[in-house]
């Protein structure tokens, strides 16, 4: 038995095209790109008009393949919103290859000047520098989506997280077996504060933070080798946040400390034991003792700020499954590695365009409410009822 034929989508399924204005006008500056070749002129699809069209499949439910995305373009309410011309299977199939990806980085960094910090504890705002969450994670759904028409198959995302204002600033693609250490080592910039965990932990990774003029807060493995300087006493405020201790201490061995040329700043903190349950499928995370281990340079703030950042690490771990049903649970647009990485860049500025949009991060609940609005199944009245909620939720 065959399947059932999908049924045209019709102008009617197409709402919400008013909150595109905000990213077409940044988008116009793509629109030549990739017509050096194109001497006759006929190219119909250019680039500002193959992201918006990408856009509306991310935001529209009603579309799910480059088929809908083809047909769509032949609506006239979709020509005249979008700024789009009739195309085919073949120049939307052309076009992953033909475009530049890198070419939407200057895109995400104006969308992120563009945003304003979400509300959070005014302690973080005694930090130095950019509050960055720096994490990997595999997309294994994207990878078979992809099947062995990427490069190594397995592909890792490595993320650089704002903090503040909810969203990622900047992912690299790679494929899974690229060292996570040494793709940060390469990103690394002045003026940040690098949130990571302890498959970041590094000597040499730390000194070219410190050599960078950057600060770290990074958990260590709990039987990590250090030499005490320095005891710092414990403030009251530090013990009810569950500061066990705080030193200055020379990491490793004398035989393998040639990496950090300085000392820094330990902190164990208290936390609740994790221990791996015997006969249960699935990894389950690694086992976790009584205490954290967080090494940082950061020497000035008070201990219990220093947790403080250090649980803010958790929300990369959040974006990424927020980030993995909006990439991974639908379908690949392209199966080049070029074209899979302008996909990835626009999953991120549909985030971006949501807490634009919002005022808030961006979550399942709102960006399934978004959805419904595209689509006509719930008024913009009805949005802005959710968004005003979410404000005050988060006020």
């Known amino acids: 038995m065959g399947m059932a034929k999908r049924k045209p989508i019709s102008e009617s399924e197409l709402q919400g095209f008013k909150y595109f204005k905000k990213i077409t006008r940044l988008l116009a500056r793509l629109h030549e790109h990739g017509t050096l070749r194109d001497r006759a002129g006929n190219r119909i699809l250019?680039?500002?008009?193959?992201?918006?069209?990408?856009?509306?499949?991310?935001?529209?439910?009603?579309?799910?393949?480059m088929r809908g995305l083809v047909q769509a373009s032949t609506l006239k309410k979709v020509q005249a919103q979008l700024g789009v011309s009739?195309?085919?299977?073949?120049?939307?199939?052309?076009?992953?290859?033909?475009?530049?990806?890198?070419?939407?980085?200057p895109v995400v960094a104006e969308l992120g000047r563009q945003l304003q910090c979400l509300p959070h504890d005014k302690r973080l705002d005694q930090l130095p520098g950019l509050l960055t969450a720096v994490d990997g994670t595999e997309l294994s759904a994207l990878a078979k989506l992809a099947g062995r028409m990427i490069e190594g198959r397995d592909i890792k995302l490595h993320t650089h997280f704002d903090i503040l204002k909810g969203v990622p600033m900047e992912m690299d693609l790679t494929t899974a077996k690229a060292c996570e250490i040494e793709n940060l080592t390469s990103r690394l910039l002045p003026n940040h504060v690098y949130i990571k965990d302890r498959g970041y932990?590094?000597?040499?990774?730390?000194?070219?933070?410190?050599?960078?003029?950057?600060?770290?807060?990074?958990?260590i493995k709990d039987n990590s080798v250090y030499e005490v300087i320095e005891d710092y006493p414990l403030s009251v405020s530090a013990r009810a946040a569950g500061i066990l201790s705080d030193q200055l201490v020379w990491l490793g061995s004398d035989r393998k400390r040639g990496g950090l040329r300085v000392p820094v700043r330990l902190i164990k903190i208290a936390c609740k034991p994790h221990r791996?349950?015997?006969?249960?499928?699935?990894?389950?995370?690694?086992?976790?003792?009584?205490?954290?281990?967080?090494?940082?340079?950061l020497l000035k703030l008070e201990a219990e700020v220093v947790g403080l950042v250090f649980r803010q690490r958790w929300n990369v771990e959040l974006f990424?499954?927020?980030?993995?049903?909006?990439?991974?649970?639908?379908?690949?647009?392209?199966?080049?590695?070029?074209?899979?990485?302008?996909?990835?860049?626009?999953?991120?500025?549909?985030?971006?365009?949501?807490?634009?949009?919002?005022?808030?991060?961006?979550?399942?609940r709102t960006m399934e409410m978004i959805r419904f609005y595209f689509t006509g199944w719930a008024s913009e009245e009805e949005l802005m009822v959710h968004i005003a909620k979410l404000q005050k939720i988060e006020a």
């Open 276 to 297: 791996k349950r015997a006969g249960h499928g699935g990894h389950g995370g690694p086992e976790q003792g009584e205490y954290l281990l967080i090494a940082t340079n």
């Open 320 to 364: 990424f499954r927020f980030f993995k049903h909006i990439l991974g649970c639908r379908h690949l647009l392209s199966h080049r590695a070029n074209g899979i990485e302008i996909q990835v860049y626009l999953a991120i500025i549909a985030c971006m365009l949501i807490a634009l949009w919002t005022g808030r991060k961006p979550t399942l």
């Open 201 to 219: 932990a590094c000597f040499r990774l730390f000194q070219a933070i410190i050599d960078i003029g950057s600060w770290f807060t990074c958990r």
């Open 46 to 65: 250019h680039y500002d008009q193959y992201v918006a069209l990408q856009l509306l499949f991310f935001f529209n439910p009603v579309i799910t393949s």
């Open 86 to 105: 009739p195309t085919s299977l073949g120049s939307f199939s052309e076009a992953g290859r033909v475009f530049d990806a890198n070419m939407l980085q």
